[in-house]
Structure formats: C-alpha cells, structure tokens
C-alpha cells in the first residue's frame, strides 16, 4: 500500500519559517512534487524533486522555498523561508511531478502566515 504522509504545518509569522516533510511508504519514487491550494484558488505545483541536485520551483517561492529528500528515510521536505501571508495554504506532496497526472496524494498540511 503507498502512502504518503505529511507533517510540519503549522501558524507562523510574516518572515518566519517552516518546514513540512513527507514520509513515502511502498513505493520509491523517482520524483515528488509539493503542490498548494489556497481558499478559493486552483491547486498550484510549488515544486518538484527528482534528487537534489535536480530540483524545480514555480517564481513566487524561488529563492524562498526549497525542496530536498532523504533516499534512507524515503522523505520528502519541503523548507520554507521568508514566508509571506499569500503562502497560506494546503500544502500537498504527490507521487508525480507535472505534466504527469500524480497517482497518490498525502493527505494535506495547513500552512498559515499570519501576525
């Protein structure tokens, strides 16, 4: 059975920092993406993780947001920096990276920014 579980959201401040990571179970993947979607917006890819030297970011986070994994541990993270209130939102990881339709999704992890 693959799973994909996410953990490490959380309320944070203007300018703070998070990190949100993603334990894959059943499967290796060969790439992860990290999508969001925010109220009343479509779901976005954020980034996408082959290894970590071949990583990719949408503008709105480059410089801000990076995307790594642990092979050992099968995890995926996501670190979030400089954050900003349009960063509210869910944040997923998924099996598969655009233009491929992603096969398993985790469940979600709130991302607020807020003061």
């Known amino acids: 059975q693959v799973q994909l579980v996410e953990s490490g959201g959380g309320l944070v401040q203007p300018g703070g920092s998070l990190t949100l990571s993603c334990a894959v179970s059943?499967?290796?993947?060969?790439?992860v993406a990290w999508f969001r979607q925010a109220p009343g917006k479509e779901r976005e890819e954020v980034s996408c993780?082959?290894?970590?030297?071949?990583?990719a970011y949408i503008d709105s986070v480059k410089g801000r947001f990076s995307a790594s994994r642990d092979n050992a541990k099968n995890t995926v993270f996501l670190q979030m920096t400089s954050l900003k209130p349009e960063d509210t939102a869910v944040y997923y990881c998924?099996?598969?990276?655009?233009?491929?339709?992603?096969?398993?999704w985790g469940q979600g992890a709130q991302v607020t920014v807020s003061s």
């Open positions: 998924a099996s598969d990276c655009l233009p491929e339709r992603p096969r398993w």
């Open positions: 059943g499967i290796t993947l060969n790439a």
């Open positions: 993780i082959i290894d970590n030297a071949h990583t």
